[in-house]
């Protein structure tokens, strides 16, 4: 019976809701692209592009920590567990009692940091920039912390729909927010730089938030003004929240020391650097597994509460293969078309070919640790299914000490091989050991959970992943073949012949290994011809 159940979510509704999302989120992304296009274009990878990353890495550790993913994989198992056993009222009491202590918790956050931003700025963010840069910094943080307070309310109210279902307002939200920031830098930047940049990504929260106001009144909703400390359902939170804090605080401590250590590097722009190599890498994670894993949350949970073990490691195996049969050829596209696609891209403006070759030069090495960030969405969303939040802090912790360690040393052992041309070398050993640290990391949580549900149906697993990784190779070859025909050409040529084709040899060579990801999808589309013929 219960393989019956994950079949049904899986297979139909799962993959209906996953192609609505998806379809949203690259959407989002596309949005995304022609944001740093034209930032690229604007302030290319110099002092002021440095600046703004610097202090929007401050907005994103509070709205991460607070209401990001510290209240998704707190919030949404405690509140569909209530949803589950039809308690809706009460489900709604701890909602409302969960956004009023976001709301007040992220205020005094953000006040307390603009308080403390030249401290912060000058001895741990980035003490390596000069002090123009940092008086910069500090002014753009201060701008930028208002969104902070707005992404707390509409980071919980995208919670809230996933949990009843509703995908694609939450879906379709960073759109908004991306228009937002495309109209600072279009439009407000006119007039106040880097700060119309900073006022546009205010902006964009805020639409963050309206988008989805519609859908959130749409359900039964009943909003309580209290902070509803008694209450079982807010406790709950709070107590699963705890760990997750602690090790998402762990992540973005790898990211302010990635930041404090290319601050030292002698170089404008590694920086800015950095965070486009890694924005590239995080395109198809975004796209595929993020929306994957937001779909795939709720049934994890609802099989968790209902103690269905044995659908629970069905899913979680089914959705892990389709996850990698959808990253790993995406790792390849990204190192062999990496240099095209940020030339297509970014080469504008003030954007020149330095700036290219450092923008490359990090996403070759984030783009080794795709797949591992992209099954990490997965693995570790099965844990807070299971409201085990400590066992992905536990490993996470010691993974990004290592994360530490390693962009340390990298980030000298790759200075090495500067010859006096390239001082921004350093940035890639930042970028390994990030993808190092992750891949052992994302090894180890699967290693526990399959301990943890005795078992993970590693045979389904295995069956989709050497068909993936055969089709995948197949396509490398051809890609790699495509850059040696087309050396001299231009780079969208070189760019759109590759993407085209190399999708469509993985497409085929999946289809000839008989992939099952192909074989469900194929399945799925014939239904819905089958029924609207009925129709």
Do not use: C
């Not at 919030?75 to 909602?95: K, N």
């Not at 902006?203 to 309580?224: N, V």
Request: hydrophobic share 55%; no cysteine.
């Amino acid at each position: 019976m219960s393989e019956q159940i994950t079949q049904t979510r899986i297979g139909k509704r799962f993959l209906g809701n996953t192609a609505l999302v998806m379809g949203a989120f690259v959407f989002s992304r596309l949005l995304g692209l022609a944001r740093e296009a034209i930032l690229g274009a604007a302030f290319s990878a110099g002092n002021e592009m440095d600046a703004f990353r610097a202090a929007t890495r401050v907005t994103e550790t509070l709205y991460v920590l607070v209401a990001g993913g510290a209240l998704g994989s707190a919030f949404i198992p405690t509140f569909t567990a209530y949803l589950a056993r039809g308690e809706r009222e009460s489900g709604w009491q701890v909602a409302s009692a969960v956004i009023n202590l976001v709301f007040l918790v992220t205020l005094i956050a953000a006040v307390g940091t603009a308080v403390m931003a030249p401290w912060l700025v000058t001895t741990v963010l980035a003490p390596g920039y000069d002090a123009p840069t940092q008086a910069l910094t500090v002014s753009l943080l201060r701008w930028t912390l208002l969104s902070t307070v707005v992404f707390g309310v509409s980071g919980l109210i995208m919670g809230i729909l996933n949990a009843n279902d509703h995908f694609f307002a939450p879906a379709l939200a960073p759109s908004l927010y991306n228009l937002g920031i495309i109209l600072g830098a279009t439009v407000l930047a006119r007039w106040w730089g880097i700060h119309g940049v900073a006022i546009g990504t205010v902006l964009g929260a805020l639409l963050h938030l309206l988008i989805q106001l519609p859908a959130l009144l749409k359900l039964d909703w009943r909003y309580s003004p209290t902070l509803g400390l008694h209450l079982e359902g807010v406790r709950e939170v709070g107590r699963l929240m705890g760990p997750r804090v602690l090790g998402l605080a762990v992540t973005q401590f790898h990211f302010w020391v990635n930041t404090n250590l290319g601050s030292r590097i002698p170089v404008a722009g590694v920086v800015a650097a950095l965070t486009w190599g890694w924005q590239l890498m995080l395109l198809p994670q975004g796209i595929f597994a993020q929306a994957i894993a937001t779909v795939a949350f709720p049934t994890f949970s609802a099989q968790a509460a209902r103690a269905d073990r044995a659908g629970l490691r069905t899913a979680i195996a089914s959705v892990l293969g389709f996850v990698l049969f959808l990253t790993l050829p995406a790792t390849i596209g990204l190192i062999l078309l990496g240099r095209p696609l940020v030339q297509m891209l970014f080469m504008r403006g003030r954007f020149d070919a330095q700036a290219v070759e450092m923008v490359v030069w990090a996403l070759n090495w984030y783009a080794i640790g795709l797949a591992a960030h992209s099954g990490l969405e997965i693995i570790t969303r099965a844990f807070y299914a299971l409201h085990d939040t400590w066992t992905p802090v536990g490993v996470g912790s010691l993974a990004m000490t290592l994360n530490v360690l390693l962009s340390i040393v990298l980030a000298r052992l790759f200075s090495l091989f500067d010859a006096g041309e390239r001082p921004w070398l350093g940035l890639g050993g930042l970028a390994l050991a990030n993808s190092v640290a992750t891949t052992l990391e994302t090894l180890s949580l699967t290693w526990l959970l399959r301990r943890r549900l005795g078992g993970l149906d590693a045979r389904q697993l295995w069956h989709s992943l050497w068909r993936t990784l055969a089709a995948s190779a197949a396509m490398g070859l051809a890609l790699w073949g495509i850059r040696i025909w087309l050396t001299d050409a231009a780079p969208w040529l070189v760019g759109g012949v590759g993407l085209a084709l190399g999708a469509t040899i993985f497409a085929l060579g999946a289809g000839l290994f008989r992939s099952p990801e192909v074989v469900q999808v194929m399945r799925l589309l014939r239904r819905r011809v089958d029924h609207s013929r009925l129709r």
